[in-house]
């Protein structure tokens, strides 16, 4: 395992952080995020339930290319180029913190 700042998961890392905040085992989420069934960072039917369920809010900046998500179950906020990934963030900080585990094969 590697431990990684969550502002800075993207892509598999990020979908295998939130499939473990979701309720998903350790080797079952690998499994899923491995063979592509599981990418709330681009999918937004698996992406849109997280958000509506822990009331994540996202907005843009002006020039559209900076998304923010922030929560009232988080004090901060999380910022990427997409909205899915700017949520995603903020849904692993209010559950994991700012440094994550991820497994080596992700990172």
Do not use: H
């Not at 998304?67 to 995603?88: E, F, H, I, R």
Request: glycine fraction near 6%; include cysteine.
């Amino acid at each position: 395992m590697a431990l990684v700042k969550t502002s800075e998961l993207e892509g598999i890392a990020l979908d295998w952080a939130v499939a473990a905040c979701w309720g998903y085992k350790p080797k079952e989420a690998v499994a899923l995020v491995a063979t592509g069934r599981y990418s709330p960072t681009v999918k937004w039917l698996q992406c849109g339930v997280i958000i509506e369920s822990e009331g994540i809010q996202l907005n843009v900046s002006e020039d559209k290319k900076e998304w923010t998500a922030s929560s009232w179950g988080y004090k901060d906020t999380q910022k990427a180029n997409s909205p899915l990934v700017a949520a995603m963030r903020c849904y692993v900080a209010i559950k994991l913190g700012d440094k994550v585990n991820i497994p080596e094969e992700f990172v």
